[in-house]
């Protein structure tokens, strides 16, 4: 598409939430490694799902910038940051990063209701409406480690969590297609 509807503060909004996108699918893949480095396969499955949902939000602005006419520029993606250093400080890290994404959402939105452009609105829109589940499942996350000791979880308590992610792995491939009680 050659011609250009997007304008340049969008655009720039745009490319730059595709790469929060992308820096997000390396922090859950980082994570997914390290959950699994550390014995919790069903962690790590539970992550790896994620980084690979993550990297199609990517696309999905991707797609739109191009649709739209607009350029986008594929970057380099920041590293992820440390290691959890439990699954405690795990949890709270991906509900963190959600609560962060979401509000990086919010400004384009916003930015796209100041402009009225309603195309860009519209699109984000889905967006929004992920962000409520992805926070949810953030939620559910961290209810069941704290339910499991929080910071203090050992053993048995960790063992059962890490299998219950584990179990649901076969009947959900994406986690946008992930509720609450079918994580
Ligand atoms: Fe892209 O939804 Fe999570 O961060």
Redesign the pocket.
């Known amino acids: 598409m050659k011609t250009n509807r997007l304008s340049e503060k969008l655009s720039a909004a745009l490319n730059e939430q595709m790469t929060k ?1 992308a820096h ?1 699918s390396q922090i859950y893949l980082s994570y997914a490694a390290w959950a699994d480095n550390n014995g919790f396969s069903g962690i790590a499955n539970f992550l790896f799902r ?1 980084a690979a ?2 990297r199609n ?1 990517m696309m999905k602005i991707l797609e739109y910038i191009l649709n739209r006419g607009a350029k986008a520029k594929v970057i380099a993606i920041p590293a992820p940051a440390n290691d959890p250093i439990s699954v405690n400080n795990c949890f709270e890290k991906v509900f963190k ?2 609560i962060d ?1 979401t509000n990086s959402i919010y400004k384009v939105v916003k930015m796209a209701l100041v402009e009225e452009d309603w195309a860009t609105w519209n699109f984000l829109q889905w ?1 929004v409406k ?2 409520i589940e ?1 926070e949810n499942l953030a939620n559910y996350l961290m209810d069941k480690i704290t339910l499991a000791g929080g910071e203090n979880a050992k053993g048995d308590a960790l063992y059962q969590l890490d299998k219950d992610l584990e179990k649901t792995s076969g009947e959900v491939k994406l986690a946008q297609d992930a509720t609450t009680t079918n994580p």
Do not use: K, L
Request: net charge negative; glycine share 0%.
């Open positions: 996108e997000a994620h949902e993550e939000h990063h959600e994404n967006f992920e962000q992805e």
